[in-house]
């Protein structure tokens, strides 16, 4: 009985010792687990993961591509590195690719639009502020007071939004609530509700005068005029600057002039067609005054006054006379043909010219 006992003894001592030497090489060849790491190699493997996601290389923004945020696209890279080393573990870098990712304090650089293309947010303006990632998501109505402060009670103190975009306004209020611990993955979207601020006063000649409201920082005068309504008789608009007090008349036929811009506080005063007149003589069918408007050209004026006399038209010279900063008149001659066959430009009038048609000796 003693030697089964001792014989069944030495079998399981065998058997442990067999155990713990197949234990010593599949550690080996895996490496240890993260059960098995003590405190202070735990310790140095997350340093060691942090130190990859820091130092992954990010995309080049001047590139272009794909760059949703410094922290998803370094992730990517850490846990790319890390799986491709196969002893190191991939896992926390993979885990954070997935993780919400933080709202950018970076706005769009309002600067680098056009005016037609932005809004800046003035005294007066309804702001709608929604805070994505809050407890509520309901939408909060601010409006930003005289001086041109915007009190969200979350980010402290009231600070100046007037001249900001919303955009922009949104960047800063992610800021605030992260710099002062309040959410540090605060995520705004701002919006106007009511555009209040931004007006072009209009006057003259419109059915419906009156300051009109603008949703951007500049318009096409033809916007501001197909809400005025100008009446018939109306010809011309003058657009007085708010920036720098000088003033510009567009005629209202002139249909690439319209495009001219309109910007916040600026005037628009609707005037009818002021008599303009040149004259025509010489051998004309019907010479003398004759009305003049913007964009005439001298062969629409010898048209309208009945045309030349005579036939030979490679014969006919005609001369413009207009007169110059010191009262002189300043003549220029052509031939009337090599406008008609395109060789040269038709010359457009302006108010007081003189025209005279004869024949080339």
């Given at each position: 009985?003693?030697?089964l ?20 090489t ?6 240890p ?16 993961n942090a ?17 949703i ?27 954070s690719?997935f ?5 950018s304090?970076?706005?769009p ?21 929604r805070?994505l ?16 402060l ?8 009231p600070?100046?939004?007037a ?18 611990a309040?959410?540090?993955?605060a995520q ?59 003033s ?27 008599a ?38 490679s ?11 010191d009262g ?21 009038l ?8 004869g024949?080339?000796?």
């Amino acid at each position: 009985m003693k030697r089964l006992l001792g014989l069944l003894f030495a079998g399981l001592s065998l058997s442990a010792a067999l155990m713990e030497a197949h234990a010593q090489t599949f550690n080996t060849r895996i490496g240890p687990t993260e059960e098995s790491l003590g405190e202070g190699d735990a310790r140095a493997k997350e340093d060691k993961n942090a130190s990859q996601i820091k130092d992954a290389p990010a995309k080049n923004p001047a590139t272009g591509a794909g760059i949703i945020s410094a922290d998803t696209t370094a992730n990517k890279a850490a846990a790319t590195t890390g799986a491709a080393k196969g002893g190191e573990s991939a896992a926390p870098a993979a885990a954070s690719v997935f993780a919400p990712a933080a709202a950018s304090t970076r706005a769009p650089v309002a600067s680098s639009l056009p005016p037609t293309a932005i809004y800046r947010v003035g005294v007066g303006d309804v702001l709608d502020v929604r805070l994505l990632n809050g407890v509520s998501r309901e939408s909060t109505l601010f409006t930003v007071s005289t001086g041109g402060l915007l009190d969200y009670p979350l980010a402290g103190e009231p600070f100046l939004a007037a001249g900001m975009t919303a955009d922009e306004i949104a960047a800063h209020l992610s800021a605030e609530l992260r710099r002062r611990a309040v959410n540090d993955r605060a995520q705004f979207r701002v919006s106007v509700r009511e555009y209040v601020s931004h007006t072009v006063m209009v006057s003259g000649l419109v059915e419906q005068p009156g300051a009109k409201i603008m949703r951007r920082e500049a318009v096409p005068l033809f916007v501001v005029l197909a809400e005025a309504l100008p009446r018939a008789e109306a010809a011309r608009a003058t657009i007085i600057s708010r920036s720098n007090g000088l003033s510009r008349t567009i005629e209202l036929i002139d249909s690439p002039a319209l495009n001219e811009l309109v910007a916040a506080g600026d005037v628009v005063n609707v005037t009818a067609r002021q008599a303009e007149y040149l004259y025509i003589g010489g051998q004309i069918s019907s010479p003398g005054r004759k009305d003049f408007h913007a964009g005439l050209t001298l062969t629409q004026a010898i048209l309208a006054s009945g045309g030349v006399r005579f036939d030979a038209k490679s014969k006919v010279k005609v001369v413009i006379s207009r007169q110059g900063a010191d009262g002189r008149l300043v003549p220029t001659e052509y031939v009337l043909k090599d406008i008609e066959t395109g060789k040269v430009p038709d010359p457009r009038l302006l108010p007081g010219d003189r025209i005279e048609v004869g024949r080339r000796r």
